[in-house]
């Protein structure tokens, strides 16, 4: 792919996150029903565009990549100040954060997505966690040497976790 075609392929991509943005504005207006429905296979498109499409443009020509806002923190909830629900346990937790983990990296906005959506759709937990617990959580598997990461935990578009690779001790 030559620089023309990356910049012909880009714009079409951008396109396509501007349609995107406006199929999310239409669901809201569906009611529940149809946010149950569209959700996922919309998050997981728009994942794909904004981590996978783009991204293999972005570093071949760096120069196409639009300046973004600068990073935020995300959540700054830290394990010792997180209050579980009495039904759910540290274990427990720990089971669904394990379950969605690769050994290959992943941005933590994704593993907190994957497991916030398990415990909603398979109840894996007895009562409901959000998004800042379980990044808690991971901040605390990682300082406890059980997973890696690469990045601050606190931004969880910028930063990555993947399981501890146990073959290398």
């Not at 579980?84 to 941005?107: A, G, N």
């Not at 990044?135 to 976790?161: F, K, P, T, Y």
């Amino acid at each position: 792919m030559n620089r023309e075609q990356a910049k012909k392929i880009h714009k079409h991509l951008l396109d396509a996150a501007a349609a995107f943005r406006r199929a999310e504005a239409a669901i809201v207006d569906v009611g529940d029903d149809g946010r149950k429905l569209f959700a996922e296979p919309l998050i997981t498109a728009v994942f794909h565009l904004q981590f996978k499409l783009l991204r293999l443009i972005y570093k071949r020509y760096p120069d196409l990549e639009p300046p973004g806002p600068p990073p935020t923190i995300d959540s700054t909830l830290r394990w010792e100040n997180v209050f579980l629900p009495s039904s759910v346990l540290e274990t427990d937790l720990d089971r669904v954060i394990f379950s969605v983990m690769k050994p290959r990296w992943q941005k933590v906005a994704m593993v907190l997505y994957c497991a916030v959506e398990k415990v909603e759709k398979e109840e894996a937990l007895a009562a409901p966690v959000d998004f800042e617990v379980f990044a808690a959580g991971i901040q605390a598997l990682v300082e406890a040497d059980l997973l890696e990461a690469q990045g601050n935990l606190q931004m969880w578009g910028r930063s990555e976790v993947r399981l501890k690779d146990r073959s290398v001790n």
